[in-house]
């Protein structure tokens, strides 16, 4: 599986930006599709995430009503679109794809990361 992120860049606090994953392989669809962020000196943070086939949108409550999340009719994409940006959502957006059974992570796959940058 591979995964590629786009969208990201400079915007002005309260601005938006939308993101996108584009993820290729077999059976995306299965994939429980995420969103996380990190900081320099930081963990990475969950962000958001739509389950397999589009099922179990859930975003981070350090986010939610601002951020929101989707994944494309074709289930190979994922969306992130944010919105009233802070310089707290600074950091770069990695795009990360799970295939899990009975609660166990079988294959984990990680985009490349793309940087996001809140400043005036």
């Known amino acids: 599986v591979q995964l590629v992120e786009s969208g990201g860049g400079l915007v002005q606090p309260g601005g938006s930006l939308r993101l996108t994953c584009v993820a290729s392989g077999y059976g995306i669809s299965r994939y429980h599709l995420r969103w996380l962020r990190q900081t320099p000196g930081q963990e990475r943070e969950w962000v958001a995430a739509v389950g397999p086939d589009g099922r179990d949108v859930t975003v981070a409550d350090s986010v939610k009503g601002r951020f929101t999340t989707s994944r494309g009719g074709d289930m190979n994409t994922i969306y992130l679109d944010m919105q009233a940006m802070n310089v707290g959502d600074t950091g770069t957006y990695f795009c990360?794809?799970?295939?899990?059974?009975?609660?166990?992570?079988?294959?984990?796959?990680w985009g490349q990361g793309i940087q996001v940058t809140v400043s005036s």
């Open positions: 990360n794809a799970v295939l899990a059974r009975g609660g166990e992570k079988v294959f984990e796959f």
